[in-house]
């Protein structure tokens, strides 16, 4: 991989385990433009990677990501062409994340809200610290929960349950994400990164063929979802994008109030 050419996201390598976290801890690793377009090659990059055998995916900082960042939202209504780009990275970011062929941990070392929350369960085994919280608020913001959200929380924990967190925004702590089957385990954050580690050094010396064929062969349903439906998701998020509601909600968090929405 060609490290240098990231400037949102940092690498790291331990043995043949390459760890990819997301770098902007100032502002709690929320997605602008830079770092969208970087999360659209690095899941193909860590494919292609010779040097590793499982992936890593965590954030810097207190928060894992807190989902779209409020100046790129505010670009994105001023300039709706710029979305045209951003739905094109939306799909490479989905589809070449479900395409990984080696076993792709995520680390969750903080809040994951948005299209944070949707990298964390796209992932394999998503372990989490107990001070995490996890949700999907894109209609607070006035948005349609479409670069994955609405296609794999009814996968990981059925419709009723998902569509409650999806129609809301509402966040869930780990705890409760746990119990209700959308991550995989909790841990307390100090020994958050003990475990991921011995489960990555785990699989690391495991049979890696058999370990890489066997998370294809899991994630073909998930594959085929997403390549039958996925568009319609961005296409509707791309609609939202231009309604008054986004617009209102986006001016409601610069000036700290809450949104008075329209239905427009």
Known sequence: MDFSSYTCIEFERQGRVLTIALNRPEQRNAVNARLHYELSRVFTDAQRDEGSDVVVLTGRGRAFCAGGDIDWMQQSIDEPAEFERTAREAKDIVYSQLDLEKPLICKLNGHATGLGASLALLSDVIIASDEACI?????????VAGDG????WPQLVGYAKAKRYLLTGELLSAKEAERI????????LAQLDGTVDALASQLASGATKAIRWSKITANLPLRQLFHSYFDAGVAYECMSNLTQDHAEAVRA????RKPVFSGR
Do not use: N, W
């Open 149 to 152: 959200g609405a296609l794999i």
């Open 181 to 188: 089957g959308l991550l995989t385990e909790v841990v307390p």
């Open 135 to 143: 949700g999907d608020p894109h209609v607070s913001v006035g948005l």
């Open 253 to 256: 968090f610069r000036e700290k």
